[in-house]
């Protein structure tokens, strides 16, 4: 088959020639392209074409994608490359096939170069001081584009700067990097084949290690005193570091007793308030910035006053051991002693009593104070003291010691008769208190009681009241005292009572006509109820009517008064208890004395008022009948006529009056009673000098006001005799203040008469004295000017006298 070929000449397509039938056209042959860029291309067909194809560079056909896309006609498609990349370069071509099969192409070449392009370059760069700093400049550009370095508009060599390099990858080393390096650094890259040129500006920042320092390390502060203590770091650093304060592995954070500030200079404080005793401790102040972080720890001793936290009260049995435990805190650990209250004694660690019982033990802010074979008398108040240099602190506990029943009292047996009912007591002294019952031959009485009995029950005692009715009720009853600790029991016994025996050694005396004093002795039984009083009769001898005496309580002395002198009397003595009278005791005789004269009295003296004496008269034996009188006859030593003063018998002195001075009297007393006069009693006294009339005897007589009243009055005399002298001599004194006050009101009332207008003066002319007091005869005065300002103003006159 011929077929013929025409060739083609078009403007702006180059040379080619196809078969008439089908010819393939692509509008460009060759384009240059930089990365990112996108391009399409047009594929043209003459012909009749049944289908139009794209191969890329690898020859493998083009299919539609994202970043090729693909547009096709009849006789015509599009090829478009988006955002090409290097890979996408080579020569791509557009292949027409018609219907027999026969195809045609076209081609194009695609050229894809790189632009300058700074890629991801961040700024600012930042790195730590003193290590090798890189500084990235990622440029990228084809062919390879040839980058410089400047900083502060200076390029940078290594000849000159020693400590910059420019890597093989553009990038800038700084070769130990500090804070003087850092600033503003500009990358530039050009690429000579096409002219191009760009820069970029790098920050670089130089972050320096937070570098800490503390003032104070440690710390001192008491706890529950409101006390504050502020922790103070000082920090350095680029850039400026955060600081953080940490306890026990936890970040404090603000609160009302953490407070952070922060001042300039890089100080920042931590201030605890209200410092308790968990406060005490180590705190971390830590400083953190890019380039790193530095701690530092500082210390809080927080000081505690002591204080007990564990004492309790101890309960022990008698016998057995009590261990009493005193706990304590506190900054520094206090030292812990005991104290005994019932005597004061003290125990401290290690101490042991003497009788070995009381020892005490402590470690670590406890002690333990061990009392073996412990006692009654141990029972009481313990004091626990926890004592520090910081202060104190006390507590009491108190040990209470639980024993088995104790009876109190040994009177087991008790007397009571028919009818008459009887208190049996059982006393206990228990702890804890005791549950007590009676038992009577095996039985328990009821504390409802019986017929007979009935049982009152208080804390620590147990009465019974027994009413015996016949025998049976006498004998012997049990009182058991139980509690928790044991049982103890004690045994009464109710007896029948019996009257008193008799008493005896019945004896008189101090018989007088009218008195007798009986004395005996105690019966031997009281018949078991106590002797309530004794009963003493007494008649005449011959009489039948026996007169009673009772004792007072159970005194065995009686008087016996109203008796009848010159009698005889018998007397006997039955002790009287409970249960009744006892026998008498054998009779007794005694006589009382008849009535005779009475004894001389006693005297004593006394001197009296002025010339008078007191004579003291005291009653002896009055012989049975009343004193009648008393006869009191007195003479002076040099007399011999007695004088004679007669005194009633009931009184009890006698005064005589009136006597002569200087001399001596001789007294004679006799008492008289109806059946004659005693013996007389003698009796001397002596009268003294007549006193002389003095101040003191003057004053002797006056009492205290009197006395004061006197000299008052005295005093007061001898000041207005002053006072004249002083007016008449001196002419000053109250006198003379008397005088001017009422010239001066003569003035003022005379001044509304024309003297006074016309202004003319009063005159007071007073005769001088001299100095003997007498007046003088000259006719010289002292002139004495009234003026109206109520003003006194002397004058001597011409004469000077």
């Known amino acids: 088959i011929n077929k013929t070929f025409l060739c083609f000449k078009l403007i702006n397509f180059p040379f080619f020639c196809s078969i008439a039938a089908l010819q393939v056209s692509i509008s460009l042959n060759k384009v240059e392209l930089s990365v990112g860029e996108s391009k399409f291309f047009i594929c043209t067909a003459i012909g009749e074409p049944v289908r139009l194809d794209w191969y890329n560079p690898q020859g493998e056909r083009i299919v539609p994608s994202k970043r090729m896309a693909l547009h096709t006609e009849t006789s015509r498609s599009r090829l478009i490359i988006y955002n090409a990349i290097i890979e996408d370069a080579g020569i791509y071509r557009c292949q027409a096939t018609d219907a027999s099969g026969h195809t045609e192409e076209a081609s194009v070449v695609l050229e894809i170069y790189q632009r300058l392009t700074f890629r991801d370059v961040q700024s600012p760069q930042e790195f730590r ?10 440029v990228i550009s084809s062919p390879v584009p ?16 020693s400590k910059f390099q420019v890597l093989p990858n553009n990038n800038l080393q700084i070769h130990q990097v500090t804070k003087a390096d850092e600033g503003v650094y500009r990358c530039e890259a050009s690429v000579e084949a096409r002219g191009e040129i760009d820069f970029v500006d790098i920050a670089v920042v130089v972050n320096v290690p937070p570098v800490l320092s503390v003032f104070q390390q440690s710390f001192n502060a008491t706890a529950d005193y409101q006390e504050s203590v502020t922790f103070t770091c000082i920090t350095s650093g680029s850039p400026d570091p955060l600081v953080t304060w940490h306890r026990k592995g936890q970040q404090l954070e603000p609160s009302e007793q953490h407070v952070f500030n922060r001042l300039e200079g890089g100080r920042s404080m931590l201030t605890i308030r209200n410092i308790r005793q968990g406060d005490g401790g180590t705190y971390t102040c830590k400083a953190t910035n890019k380039a790193g972080s530095q701690e530092r720890e500082l210390f809080l001793k927080v000081f505690v006053q002591p204080h007990i936290t564990q004492l309790k009260n101890v309960t022990a049995v008698e016998g057995s051991a009590a261990m009493i435990s005193c706990v304590a805190e506190g900054e520094p650990l206090p030292d812990i002693s005991w104290r005994r209250a019932s ?13 070995g019982r009381f020892e005490v033990r402590g470690r670590h802010g406890k002690s333990v104070l061990t009392i073996s074979g412990v006692k009654l008398t141990d029972l009481g108040r313990f004091d626990c003291e926890a004592l520090s240099r910081i202060g104190g602190h006390q507590k009491s506990m108190f040990l209470d010691i639980e024993y088995i029943p104790k009876f109190l009292t040994n009177h087991t047996i008790y007397y009571s008769w028919e009818g008459n009912p009887v208190n049996i007591s059982c006393d206990v002294m228990s702890n804890p208190p005791a549950t007590m019952l009676w038992r009577r031959e095996r039985f328990t009485i009821s504390a409802e009681g019986t017929a007979n009995t009935r049982v009152h029950s208080a804390e620590g005692k147990s009465v019974l009241e027994v009413t015996p009715m016949s025998d ?34 019945v004896r008189l005396s101090a018989v007088s006509q009218r008195l007798a004093t009986v004395t005996f002795m105690k019966p031997d039984s009281h018949g078991g109820v106590p002797i309530s009083y004794y009963l003493v009769q007494y008649k005449e ?38 249960k009744g009278q006892g026998e008498f005791s054998h009779t007794e005789t005694f006589q009382t004395l008849p009535i005779r004269e009475p004894s001389p009295p006693a005297v004593h003296g006394q001197r009296g008022m002025g010339k008078a004496y007191r004579l003291g008269l005291v009653k002896q034996d009055d012989g049975g009948m009343p004193i009648v009188e008393y006869i009191v006859k007195y003479k002076t030593d040099k007399e011999e006529q007695w004088m004679t003063k007669l005194v009633p018998g ?3 002195f006698a005064m005589l009056q009136p006597l002569q001075w200087n001399t001596r009297y001789e007294v004679e007393i006799t008492a008289r009673n109806v059946k004659g006069l005693s013996e007389p009693t003698f009796y001397q006294f002596f ?8 101040a003191e005897s003057l004053f002797s007589g006056l009492g205290l006001g009197a006395v004061v009243g006197l000299g008052l009055g005295a005093l007061l005399l001898l000041l207005v005799l002053v006072d004249v002298s002083c007016f008449f001599l001196r002419h000053c004194g109250l006198l003379m203040c008397i005088t001017r006050s009422l010239c001066s009101k003569k003035t003022a009332t005379s001044g509304k008469g024309k003297e006074i207008e016309e202004g003319k003066a009063a005159y007071l002319k007073l005769p001088l004295k001299e100095e003997n007091g007498k007046e003088s005869l000259k006719p010289d005065t002292i002139e004495i ?12 006159d011409d004469s000077k006298a």
């Open 687 to 694: 009268m003294p000098q007549k006193p002389d009339i003095t």
């Open 129 to 138: 001081h003193g290590e090798t700093a890189e500084v990235v400049c990622d």
């Open 650 to 652: 009931a009184n009890d």
């Open 785 to 796: 000017k009234v003026h109206s300002d109520n003003s006194l103003h002397t004058k001597p």
């Open 146 to 161: 040839v980058v410089v370095w400047y900083y502060q508009d200076r390029e940078i060599t290594e000849e000159h700067h």
């Open 343 to 355: 005597d004061g004694q003290t125990f401290v660690d290690g101490d042991k009593s003497q009788d």
């Open 472 to 505: 049976r009720d006498f004998g012997r009853y049990n009182c058991t005292a139980r509690n928790n600790i044991g049982v103890r029991y004690q045994e009464f016994i109710l007896a029948q009572a019996d009257v008193p025996s008799n008493p005896y050694s």
């Open 541 to 578: 001898v011959g009489s039948q009517e026996w007169r009673d005496v009772k004792s007072h309580s159970v005194q065995t002395t009686v008087v016996l008064t109203g008796l009848e002198p010159n009698t005889t009397y018998e007397v006997r003595v039955a002790a009287v208890n409970g």
